[in-house]
Each structure stands twice: as C-alpha cells, then as structure tokens.
Nanobody, 125 residues
Framework: QVQLVESGGGLVQAGGSLGLSCAVS????????MGWFRQAPGKEREFVAG????????DYVGAVKGRFTISRDNAKNTVYLQMNSLKPEDTAVYYC??????????????????WGKGTLVTVSS
C-alpha cells in the first residue's frame, strides 16, 4: 500500500537542468526523513541528497553540492530534487527513499524503510 513514485527523469544536454519529484502515499509523510539516491548500471547505489522530516537538516554528496537542491512539501506528500548544471557523470537511475531517522539515510541501504522504483536521468555531452 505504501508507494513512492518518482517522475521527471529524461534526456538532457550537459549544462542543462532537470527537476525530479517523488509522490508518496500510504504513510505519514511528515514522519519520515526523505532522500534521493542514484545508481548507474553495474555500479553501486549511492546517496545523493537527504532532508529531515521538518526540513531542518539537508545535505548532499560532494559531487552535487552547489548544483542540486532537495526540498519537500509535507502538505503535498512530495519530495523534490532540482538538478542544475548537469554533467554526463550524473547519468543514473534516481531513486526516492524514506527513512524513520535522518541518520538512517547516511547509513547502510538496509536502514531505508521504503524505496521508489526509480526514474532514469541521462545527460549527454
């Protein structure tokens, strides 16, 4: 019954921008820390950005800091990832994730309570 549905992926030129959304249903959205992860084919899934349940804590992996912005709207049960100045190395499937504690987002993947199916982002040169 719990669903995390990502949208907004697609093909974009290097230097361009893309906005991702994750619509959450079946849980109390404001009770969860939310995050974005990404995974290129054949590679490990990695943390990209996280936001605490109130939005008071936000951080990013160093590779995207200054280019990506995570935000959430608890009234809409939606978390967003705005991606600017995209690079080919940003190409990956991007996954939305929910965790009980913000610190769980920075731990092992087994600490994540729920995962979305992912949306593909392809950045061309």
């Amino acid at each position: 019954q719990v669903q995390l549905v990502e949208s907004g992926g697609g093909l974009v030129q290097a230097g361009g921008s893309l906005g991702l959304s994750c619509a959450v249903s079946g849980l109390t959205f404001s009770g969860y820390a939310m995050g974005w992860f990404r995974q290129a084919p054949g590679k490990e899934r990695e943390f990209v950005a996280g936001i605490s349940r109130t939005g008071s804590t936000i951080d990013y992996v160093g590779a995207v800091k200054g280019r990506f912005t995570i935000s959430r709207d608890n009234a809409k049960n939606t978390v967003y990832l705005q991606m600017n100045s995209l690079k080919p190395e940003d190409t990956a499937v991007y996954y939305c994730a929910a965790a009980w504690l913000y610190s769980d987002l920075r731990g092992a993947s087994s600490d994540i309570r729920y995962w979305g199916k992912g949306t593909l982002v392809t950045v061309s040169s």
